[in-house]
């Protein structure tokens, strides 16, 4: 199971945070501000975020890669502004073009954003960036900002804390992904940027060129997020400018001599990355959901969102007034799995049915759930139809959750998308193969469009794989030249 990058429509309440305020010296201006948690708190909180956010997206494994980022995010730690702080750079699956940092020393780059950098100084670049972020605690102070409450599964109804984990792993990853700094912060993490890289003699000026990259793919939400270094405070043209003037501030002050791009050996590193959605973790066409590697599908109602994550699969409508989660049990049997799953959720029982789905053995509950509203002091009452299918000694199990008011209308829904997983067995459905970043060399000189040509490249691709260069289709190109194009 993996995500399609559109987060569901569930509503969440921010509660008050009750927090013992100090002040302390900031590392990086060195004046004495308020600080809303201790390094201690800090350090904690990103060991609790960080398997959540690890659950969310999921690690993209790459040895190569990992290493040189770990590797250069330990370099970089060592001359910043707090070389105490243990820092953890890790890469997730995602296909967003984007980079986040949570507090406590934890960085995560998407296995987009490795796709579309060119070379080691952008890379520097977007770590420093986001390690300047913790450096100067802005991850401290939007996380307190942003800290979730209580979550609202289903209008103002609370669910079970272990029903709210299952949605609260998907949307608090997604908040994460997409976090926004103010106009200031994002600034001074840009200088930190500049300087960390620079000191490690890294070109910081390519750090300036990848925001023109940014400014030309304008992604819009629904394309899947804006990243972080397009916020539209400040305006990239302007991170570009002040970023070269930082960059040449530093070099003429460290005068360290070659500064280093290191552009082929980044290139070879990231050739045969997955570019784009990866199929092979589960993937939609209209209202089926496929996955290849578990070879099953299942349909899912029409017009709902969906969000395909490592560890489940989120299903609601619009208006949020249901959801349906598909997840694996690990208990043992097909009777161990309901009956935990029951007692975990701390649902109440109101029916239990053997019966098959698809020739596969099933076992179907209808169970009941009483919250209180605590904005209002009522109870609520939650219905819960749930489908548990052993597929080859494997426990899948179906949620569909809404109020009980509701329940009449959803049920049969529920049901009739439940019972439609079966085997997949549609060889192309199973052989689909995720498109990934091919590096290739020029083989004689030209433009990039006559380069593309020679390698059979789709016209319709060719103005997307430019920027996937940094490049236009009418820049000169010489032979030798490594280039990125895509493919099988």
């Not at 796709?115 to 100067?136: R, S, T």
């Not at 097909?334 to 029916?351: F, H, M, N, Y």
Request: glycine fraction near 6%; aromatic fraction near 10%; proline fraction near 4%.
């Amino acid at each position: 199971m993996k995500k399609l990058n559109i987060s569901l429509k569930i509503a969440l309440l921010f509660t008050t945070i009750l927090v013992v305020f100090s002040c302390a010296v900031n590392p990086v201006t060195g004046k004495r501000q308020i600080m809303l948690m201790s390094e201690a708190q800090e350090v904690a909180m990103g060991q609790e975020y960080d398997p959540q956010v690890l659950a969310t997206f999921g690690l993209y494994e790459n040895t190569g890669l990992q290493n040189l980022v770990q590797g250069m995010g330990t370099e970089i730690g060592k001359i910043s502004h707090r070389p105490n702080l243990e820092y953890y750079i890790k890469i997730v699956d995602s296909p967003v073009v984007n980079a986040f940092a949570v507090p406590g020393g934890y960085v995560y780059l998407t296995r987009g954003i490795l796709a579309q950098l060119n070379n080691e100084a952008e890379l520097a670049g977007v770590i420093g960036h986001e390690m300047g972020h913790i450096a100067a605690r802005h991850s401290v102070s939007q996380q307190s900002k942003q800290q979730l409450g209580q979550l609202l599964l289903i209008g103002g109804m609370i669910a079970s804390e272990k029903f709210a984990s299952y949605a609260e792993y998907a949307l608090q990853g997604m908040q994460l992904l997409f976090l926004k700094f103010s106009r200031d912060d994002e600034r001074e993490a840009d200088q930190l940027g500049v300087e960390y890289s620079s000191k490690i003699s890294y070109d910081a000026h390519k750090m300036a060129d990848f925001f023109l990259v940014l400014n030309k793919m304008n992604l819009a939400s629904s394309e899947g997020g804006v990243p972080t270094f397009l916020s539209t405070h400040p305006d990239p043209g302007d991170r570009y400018n002040s970023v070269n003037q930082i960059a040449t501030r530093w070099q003429d002050s460290l005068k360290l001599s070659p500064w280093k791009v290191n552009a082929n050996n980044y290139l070879q590193l990231i050739n045969g990355i997955v570019y784009g959605e990866d199929p092979r973790q589960g993937y939609a066409e209209g209202n089926i959901f496929y996955h290849p590697e578990l070879k099953f599908k299942f349909s899912f109602p029409t017009g709902w969102k969906m969000e395909n994550l490592p560890t489940q699969v989120n299903m609601a409508p619009e208006d949020g007034k249901a959801l349906m989660i598909f997840t694996l049990s690990s208990q043992k049997t097909l009777q161990e799995a309901a009956q935990s799953t029951i007692k975990e959720l701390k649902l109440t029982l109101v029916e239990s049915r053997n019966t098959t789905v698809s020739g596969m053995p099933a076992i179907a509950t209808v169970s009941k759930q009483v919250s209180q509203d605590q904005s209002t002091g009522q109870q609520q009452s939650l219905m819960v139809l749930s489908y548990f299918i052993d597929y080859n000694s494997m426990f899948y199990v179906f949620h569909g959750v809404t109020a009980e008011a509701d329940f009449s209308s959803y049920n049969k829904l529920f049901e009739s998308n439940m019972i439609s997983f079966s085997k997949l067995t549609d060889p192309a459905k199973l052989n689909v193969k995720p498109k990934k970043v091919l590096v290739k060399s020029v083989q004689r000189a030209g433009t990039l469009a006559d380069a593309f040509i020679y390698y059979q490249v789709p016209e319709k691709l060719r103005s997307e794989l430019a920027l996937l260069n940094n490049l236009e289709l009418t820049d000169k190109v010489q032979a030798g030249k490594l280039i990125k194009i895509n493919g099988e």
